[in-house]
């Protein structure tokens, strides 16, 4: 049985999302979409210049994938729906991931503003993807007023620490019945397994693609991660002991033979 992710009614082979923040060269973005093997690229609309090609982060990205607008920069719920509103009759399609960040110190999601956007936009069509702390009554409400997913952080946005947020986060894929996506803080291709391993439906990477040494094998190795990690929670993995248990018999040869 083929194993796909489904969001706002589009089957997806991949479970990672990429981001594009950060790459030193934009000429590396299609060859980490194409590495990663990903199918859906978020962009923030402050990088699309559609009046420079050569400044346009769209005109760099492969015609097959979908391009999920975020609203980054937004500092309340009017300013990100303006941004959605924007991107859509831009061109760039009715997938939004909400980011809506008033604290510049740790850069946390407002999830009260976050809610509000969530409800207009998706009353309007678009398929939201809210950027949230993993906070499980947020994410209930935000499945209520029509979220298409939910993504809470694992750590703070570019911080590459991992889950931070894993019990937390834990609790949403046990409660959530949308898809519980893993955005920011992932920093390594063994963390994205790890979210995979717990039942996330995906996880979103940007900084520790862009900022390794070579991004496009990165890209690779967190597609691998993804997907090897998607397999071992498919597979059901074996329960946890706190004592050892022996795999072969301790008693019984030995005797045996003398």
């Known amino acids: 049985m083929e194993d796909f992710l489904e969001i706002g009614g589009v089957r997806l082979r991949s479970r990672l999302l990429i981001g594009t923040g950060k790459f030193s060269d934009y000429g590396l973005i299609p060859k980490v979409v194409t590495a990663s093997q990903t199918e859906v690229v978020t962009v923030a609309l402050r990088r699309v210049d559609f009046d420079n090609p050569a400044e346009n982060m769209l005109e760099y990205l492969p015609k097959e994938v979908i391009v999920m607008p975020n609203t980054s920069g937004?500092?309340?719920?009017?300013?990100?729906?303006?941004?959605?509103?924007?991107?859509?009759?831009?061109?760039?399609?009715n997938w939004v991931k909400i980011e809506v960040i008033?604290?510049?110190?740790?850069?946390?999601?407002?999830n009260f503003e976050t809610l509000k956007?969530?409800?207009?936009?998706?009353?309007?069509?678009?398929?939201?993807?809210?950027?949230?702390?993993?906070?499980?009554m947020a994410a209930k409400r935000m499945v209520d007023a029509g979220a298409a997913a939910v993504m809470p952080l694992g750590s703070p946005i570019g911080t590459n620490r991992g889950l931070?947020?894993?019990?937390?986060?834990?609790?949403?894929i046990s409660e959530i019945k949308l898809p519980v996506i893993?955005?920011?803080?992932?920093?390594?291709?063994?963390q994205a397994a790890e979210a995979m391993e717990m039942g996330a439906a995906a996880v979103l990477v940007n900084t520790a693609i862009a900022?390794?040494?070579?991004?496009?094998?990165?890209?690779?190795?967190?597609?691998?991660?993804?997907?090897?990690?998607?397999?071992?929670?498919?597979?059901?993995?074996?329960?946890?002991?706190?004592?050892?248990?022996?795999?072969?018999?301790?008693t019984g040869f030995l005797q045996e033979i003398s």
């Open 74 to 93: 937004a500092r309340n719920a009017e300013e990100a729906v303006r941004i959605a509103r924007i991107a859509r009759a831009a061109g760039c399609g």
């Open 102 to 110: 008033s604290d510049q110190r740790y850069l946390l999601p407002d």
């Open 117 to 136: 956007a969530t409800e207009i936009l998706a009353k309007e069509g678009f398929v939201v993807l809210p950027y949230m702390s993993p906070d499980l």
């Open 164 to 172: 931070k947020t894993r019990e937390l986060v834990e609790i949403l």
């Open 182 to 190: 893993i955005d920011a803080g992932i920093g390594r291709p063994s």
């Open 211 to 250: 900022t390794a040494e070579d991004p496009v094998m990165m890209a690779e190795a967190f597609g691998q991660a993804v997907s090897a990690g998607r397999k071992a929670f498919l597979a059901g993995p074996g329960a946890i002991q706190k004592y050892a248990v022996a795999s072969s018999p301790l």
